[in-house]
């Protein structure tokens, strides 16, 4: 069973509108937390890195929140461009002490139309 | 563009073949890492080198093996190629170590199809 969870698979928003992605994840403990964009056929570009201890990080228009307790992130993005059209990938890195198995999400396909 | 480069950027080849796959990590970047991404799978690990050592692995298949140079330059070898290993491989750069802590700079991937 994978440890990282996300929802929706897809979602299809408008332009302009804002939206919030969810990542459910079981790997405990864990060292960090991160967000990618995968455009289409093209290699994972870094969002954001949470460690923990941190509740929310920004990256422009992108923010990630992460919930230890409940064991969920989210990634909202706020006023959608065409171009936030991609997949976006939650990825789990559990403690070093515990091996590198990381643990990544199928991610969620976002589409942004005009 | 991410500074890393990999080559071919796609591959076409028989099965029970033997491919290799090169990465360039950013300049300065001493850690390199190989992914495999493949449509039903997602994303996974395969293996990380630092500075020429082999530092964590994945899920890499006894079939698969990478080293990386002293030029820090990196090769994912395949063989006895199967059906399966299909996917997009990525490699990625990071600066130090890491322990996964630092960000991750990826290549544009090279597509290796398996007929």
């Known amino acids: 069973k994978n440890q990282v969870e996300q929802s929706p698979q897809s979602l299809i928003i408008l332009e302009g509108k804002n939206c919030t992605l969810q990542?459910?994840?079981?790997?405990?403990?864990?060292?960090?937390l991160r967000w990618y964009k995968q455009d289409t056929g093209r290699g994972p570009v870094s969002l954001t890195i949470?460690?923990?201890?941190?509740n929310t990080k920004s990256n422009g228009r992108y923010t990630a929140t992460l919930d230890a307790d409940t064991k969920q992130s989210s990634l909202h993005i706020t006023a959608s461009q065409l171009s936030d059209s991609a997949s976006y990938i939650c990825?789990?890195?559990?403690?070093?002490?515990?091996?590198?198995?990381?643990?990544f999400g199928k991610g969620t396909s976002l589409l942004v139309t005009p | 563009d991410s500074g890393v480069t990999q080559t071919p950027k796609h591959l076409i080849t028989a099965t029970g073949q033997r491919v290799t796959l090169r990465c360039s990590p950013r300049?300065?970047?001493?850690?390199v890492y190989w992914y495999q991404q493949s449509l039903d799978q997602g994303l996974q690990f395969l293996i990380q080198?630092?500075?020429?050592?082999?530092?964590a692995k994945g899920n890499i298949l006894e079939r698969f093996s990478a080293q990386q140079f002293p030029d820090l330059h990196s090769e994912l070898n395949l063989s006895s190629l199967e059906l399966g290993d299909s996917a997009l491989y990525f490699c990625?750069?990071?600066?130090?170590?890491?322990?996964?802590?630092?960000?991750?700079?990826f290549g544009p991937g090279t597509r290796l199809t398996v007929l």
């Open positions: 990625a750069s990071s600066t130090t170590l890491g322990s996964f802590g630092d960000t991750q700079y």
């Open positions: 990542c459910n994840y079981t790997v405990s403990p864990f060292s960090n």
């Open positions: 949470m460690t923990f201890s941190e």
């Open positions: 990825v789990v890195i559990p403690n070093p002490n515990s091996g590198y198995a990381l643990n």
């Open positions: 300049s300065g970047d001493l850690s």
């Open positions: 080198y630092y500075n020429g050592e082999e530092r």
